[in-house]
């Protein structure tokens, strides 16, 4: 590690109630010398709400790569930057990535504040198993895509937590519905530390319907935290018929192909057969 070199602190800001702030990252942003902002605008009127005037610099998804080597420069001379997002934690489906791993590979200082998240806020209010957890941000835009994201996570016993926008909840949703099955648990945390901060939990299509009945409903910033697939689930899911098959035919073909014939017969996912079949014949 350079000793002459600045420090690059990581700092978390509130996703809603300014009042989250911590000490620490005022006492920072007041020290630094330069702070990299998702959106300056954005940014600048939280600093502005604390009487804090820095230089801003753009760091944002679409020019990171280009400029972190350029904030690198500026920490190697000496100077203290601050790396803030729109709003919680740095990096939790924000920009950062890049410009962290090129400090690290030079020798920079990486020091994180802790704060507010999104994700972890939503989890420890929900209700859900919270011991063992998956974030995979944002789902894809297009239905194909998401659903096929949706297959590859279906089987997961642990929580999963996803961010979305108001625009394509309602979409979401009925590809959850479509992928994981309507009775699937799954809490909205919508709004969280705002005025409209909301968090409710219900199946799948049953939470699908509640929002479909008020546009209200379906607007600001939402953190979906889905429960992991149950053994007992798993076992629901199949038709004694179906089991009897997959026993059958195992006794006689390799169980990938035995799965795969008999999803085709019953109409049944191939993997989730392979895997019931793994684990209990």
């Excluded at 990581?10 to 006492?27: H, Y």
Aim: aromatic share 6%; net charge negative.
């Amino acid at each position: 590690m350079n000793d002459l070199s600045g420090i690059l602190y990581i700092v978390a800001t509130p996703i809603g109630n300014l009042k989250d702030i911590t000490q620490r990252a005022l006492d920072t942003f007041s020290q630094v010398d330069l702070i990299a902002a998702e959106d300056t605008r954005h940014s600048g009127l939280l600093l502005s709400h604390y009487g804090i005037k820095k230089p801003f610099f753009a760091l944002h998804d679409h020019n990171e790569q280009e400029k972190a080597a350029v904030l690198v420069e500026k920490l190697k001379q000496g100077k203290h930057i601050a790396l803030i997002s729109d709003a919680g934690t740095p990096l939790i489906s924000d920009p950062g990535f890049h410009l962290v791993r090129q400090c690290r590979e030079a020798g920079i200082a990486v020091v994180p504040l802790p704060g507010a998240c999104a994700a972890i806020t939503a989890l420890c209010a929900s209700g859900i198993a919270s011991d063992r957890f998956c974030f995979e941000g944002f789902l894809p835009a297009k239905s194909k895509a998401r659903r096929d994201k949706l297959e590859k996570v279906a089987e997961e016993e642990r929580t999963l937590i996803f961010y979305e926008s108001t625009h394509r909840i309602l979409d979401t949703l009925a590809d959850m519905q479509e992928v994981l099955g309507e009775a699937r648990y799954v809490v909205l945390a919508r709004e969280l530390t705002k005025t409209w901060e909301t968090i409710v939990g219900d199946t799948v299509v049953n939470l699908r319907q509640w929002l479909s009945e008020d546009p209200n409903r379906t607007k600001g910033e939402m953190v979906l935290i889905v429960e992991g697939k149950t053994k007992q689930e798993s076992e629901a899911e199949f038709s004694p018929l179906a089991i009897k098959a997959l026993t059958l035919m195992a006794q006689e073909l390799p169980l990938k192909k035995a799965a795969a014939i008999v999803a085709e017969l019953y109409g049944y996912k191939k993997n989730a057969l392979y895997q019931f079949g793994l684990e209990n014949l």
